[in-house]
């Protein structure tokens, strides 16, 4: 059974900064590409980037909109994803979710629960 | 980036057949797909590349359309269906549509 858990998430000061964690298991993890997704209450999803399997060299891609002050890593010996946040602003208050991705089409086909992130002071 | 626009909410009686719309600014082939967020939970995938029924995921629904306008079909619906139902494209970019909210009368 596929299982992605999020942690790390909390309450941060503008311009701090915050990493979050997701452990997966149930799949082969350096096969998959992995996504970090973020929801603000009650809007829609916004893909923050993708950190690519071992056959694609593990490289990343980030949207636009974070490109610069966040960064996705993996440690694949202990099947962990992680998103490094820094110089947070109050719009980055959100829920975060990691997803697998399916790198053929580009959908999300599992989610974590999601940990929740507030930037406020 | 490529926009996609859906109703806000539609409320449906249970046994009906419900349509849910996303419309995006320009074509996106059929890269495009559905998932569904019940409240305090994580997004479901249902549908993927547009007709494709995702792993485990009931007959009732389904996908059509490609290139702007696309659907996802319900049918019949039931109590649990009570949710956001958001698309998401992956051909320019990836973005999601706003969502749309089923309420069950």
């Known amino acids: 059974e596929v299982k992605l858990l999020e942690s790390g998430g909390g309450l941060v000061q503008p311009g701090g900064s915050l990493r979050l964690s997701c452990a997966a298991s149930?799949?082969?993890?350096?096969?998959?590409?992995m996504s970090w997704i973020r929801q603000p209450p009650g809007k829609a999803p916004e893909w923050l980037g993708v950190?690519?399997?071992?056959?694609?060299?593990?490289?990343?891609e980030y949207n636009p909109s974070v490109k610069g002050r966040f960064t996705i890593s993996r440690d694949n010996t202990q099947n962990i994803l992680y998103l490094q946040m820094n110089t947070l602003r109050a719009e980055d208050t959100a829920i975060y979710y990691c997803?697998?991705?399916?790198?053929?089409?580009?959908?999300?086909?599992?989610w974590g629960p999601g940990t929740m992130v507030t930037v406020s002071s | 980036d490529t926009v996609l626009t859906q109703s806000p909410a539609l409320a449906v009686s249970p046994g009906e057949r419900v349509s849910i719309s996303c419309r995006a600014s320009?074509?996106?082939?059929?890269?495009m797909h559905w998932y569904q967020q019940k409240p305090g939970q994580q997004p479901k995938l249902l549908i993927y590349?547009?007709?494709n029924l995702a792993s485990g995921v009931p007959a009732r629904f389904s996908g059509s359309g490609s290139g702007t306008d696309f659907t996802l079909t319900i049918d019949p619906v039931e109590a649990d269906d009570t949710a956001t139902y958001f698309c998401?494209?992956?051909?320019?970019?990836?973005?999601f549509g706003s969502g749309t909210k089923l309420e069950i009368k």
């Open positions: 997803a697998r991705t399916y790198y053929r089409y580009w959908y999300f086909d599992f």
């Open positions: 149930g799949f082969t993890f350096t096969d998959f590409y």
């Open positions: 950190i690519r399997n071992k056959a694609n060299g593990y490289t990343t």
């Open positions: 320009e074509g996106v082939n059929s890269y």
């Open positions: 590349k547009a007709s």
């Open positions: 998401q494209q992956s051909w320019n970019e990836l973005t």
